[in-house]
Nanobody
Framework: QVHLVESGGGLVQPGGSLRLSCVAS????????IGWFRQAPGKEREGVSC????????DYADSVKGRFTISRDNAKNTVYLQMNSLKPEDTAVYYC?????????????????????WGQGTLVTVSS
């Protein structure tokens, strides 16, 4: 059975950092592109970052460029999202998702319908 499980969320002050993890089970994470999405209360789910299966392609939303870093360890079936310089507007539930045959670049890599599997999400709250 396919599962994606996110962890690492929590409460952090503005300017702080968190590292989210996405662990896959039931399938080989290494052949999938992995995207991170977030959904704030009352807003649509938006793509944050994406990493291709071979690390050749990586994409970031403009709102997180220079602050967030995506990485993956296929041996551990895990993808990470390092989030630095967090802002209150980063507050949201963060989800990871897996997509086959996806090159992470621009708009397409942020389409929720492009992804096959989703985790349950982890809440990130940025507040003083």
């Amino acid at each position: 059975q396919v599962h994606l499980v996110e962890s690492g969320g929590g409460l952090v002050q503005p300017g702080g950092s968190l590292r989210l993890s996405c662990v896959a089970s039931g399938f080989r994470l290494g052949i999938y592109a992995i995207g991170w999405f977030r959904q704030a209360p009352g807003k649509e789910r938006e793509g944050v970052s994406c990493v291709g299966n071979s690390l050749i392609s990586i994409d970031y939303a403009d709102s997180v460029k220079g602050r967030f870093t995506i990485s993956r360890d296929n041996a551990k079936n895990t993808v990470y999202l390092q989030m630095n310089s967090l802002k209150p507007e980063d507050t949201a539930v963060y989800y990871c998702a897996a997509a086959k045959d996806l090159y992470c670049s621009g708009y397409v890599s942020r389409l929720t319908g492009r992804y096959d599997y989703w985790g349950q999400g982890t809440l990130v709250t940025v507040s003083s």
